[in-house]
Every structure is written in C-alpha cells, then in structure tokens.
T-cell receptor, first 113, second 110 residues
Framework: EPEVTQTPSHQVTQMGQEVILRCVPI?????FYWYRQILGQKVEFLVS????????KSEIFDDQFSVERPDGSNFTLKIRSTKLEDSAMYFC???????????FGPGTRLLVL | GIQVEQSPPDLILQEGANSTLRCNFS?????LQWFHQNPWGQLINLFY???GTKQNGRLSATTVATERYSLLYISSSQTTDSGVYFC????????????FGTGTRLTIIP
C-alpha cells in the first residue's frame, strides 16, 4: 500500500538555524499538507498546498515558514530561523481531493536548542 | 472555527474489555477521520467516516452527521490498542484543513 514518507525522522538544531523537512506524498495525490504537534498537545494545521500554490494557511504559518514542491515527488517545509517554540513533531499528509482521506506520514521530530 | 471535543479524556481498561470513544463537533463537516497515535508518535488512519457506519476487525465507527457526533468502538481490547485516539474533521464550505480534537488516551492493562 502506498504511503507518505518523511525525512529525517529526527532533527536537532540550534535556535536561529534554518531547517528543511522533506516529504514524499502518495504519487497520485493532489493535495498536500503540513501539520505539527507540540509535545502533549493536539495536532494543529499549518498549511495546505494544491496546484503549486498555498491554498490555505493558519496563523501559525508566518513569514518564517515556507513550502515548496521542488520536483514531481517532494514536498518541503522550510523554517527559516528556528525558535525554541518550533520544537514539535511535524507531519506531512496528502489526499487525492480536498474531501477525501488525508494520509499522514510518520512525522519528523524537531528539537530546537 | 469549528470546535471538536472528545470524551473521555482518559480511559483505563482491562485487556478484553470493550470501549466507546466519543467525538462531538460544532458545525457541519465533509470529512471526519479517526486516528490512533501509537507510542512512537505515528498517526495511524483508522476510519474515514463523514457519515454512516464502518467496521474493521475489532474496531467500528459511527458518525451521525445531523447530530454532529461520531463514536469509535473498540471490542476485546488488547494492550497494543493503548495510545491516544484522535478525531479530526474538515468543516464544510470551502475548507480543507483537518481540525483535531484533544484526544482520548486509552490504556489497556494486561
């Protein structure tokens, strides 16, 4: 069964550094998403992406965040200048259409020191 | 935005017991998903169920969209069922983001 993959599984970085989280969505899916989960809290939506542009973003997704689909398979989340409060599990997800099942990757656990 | 409430927040059961988890939401939805978050933090899809009833082995789910709630049933619990169960919805009318509930933490004791 096809699945969403994410790399790296864990990343430790220093405050102020840039990080890029990578995702490979399921191949025939058209909608891509990033969510995050701060330890012990619920999962929160960051951004959705369709047809090579952002279709929706939350108030969390400020100027330090960006997303890109650099080629036909990868979908990336860049955090330009990391803060301590960016420490969280970041999940990528994809779906065929906006109303169908969103399939989640295994997550990248980001720790900012 | 849409509110998603789950109950109970915590549930401790003996192996073999049955359980019912509830998800209430405050607006009409076009997507409702149930997830199991395992001890490694992975979100495992259980059901896509914006309405109706589905079953998968020992798990089943029912969503009554007109009354804005969904139920997840787990029968004959096993220790591997332990973890946090999340309900997540997409509000109707032009939205595509999943809004998650705060989860139910299920602990199955051998």
């Amino acid at each position: 069964e096809p699945e969403v993959t994410q790399t790296p599984s864990h990343q430790v970085t220093q405050m102020g550094q840039e990080v890029i989280l990578r995702c490979v969505p399921i191949s025939n899916h058209l909608y891509f998403y990033w969510y995050r989960q701060i330890l012990g809290q619920k999962v929160e939506f960051l951004v959705s992406f369709y047809n090579n542009e952002i279709s929706e973003k939350s108030e969390i997704f400020d100027d330090q965040f960006s997303v890109e689909r650099p080629d036909g398979s990868n979908f990336t989340l860049k955090i330009r200048s990391t803060k301590l409060e960016d420490s969280a599990m970041y999940f990528c997800a994809s779906s065929v259409t906006r109303r169908e099942t969103q399939y989640f990757g295994p997550g990248t656990r980001l720790l900012v020191l | 935005g849409i509110q998603v409430e789950q109950s109970p927040p915590d549930l401790i059961l003996q192996e073999g017991a049955n359980s019912t988890l509830r998800c209430n939401f405050s607006d009409s939805v076009n997507n409702l998903q149930w997830f199991h978050q395992n001890p490694w933090g992975q979100l495992i899809n259980l059901f896509y169920i914006p309405s109706g009833t589905k079953q998968n082995g020992r798990l089943s789910a029912t969503t009554v969209a007109t009354e804005r709630y969904s139920l997840l049933y787990i029968s004959s619990s096993q220790t591997t069922d332990s973890g946090v169960y999340f309900c997540a919805v997409v509000r109707d009318f032009g939205n595509e983001k999943l809004t998650f509930g705060t989860g139910t933490r299920l602990t199955i004791i051998p």
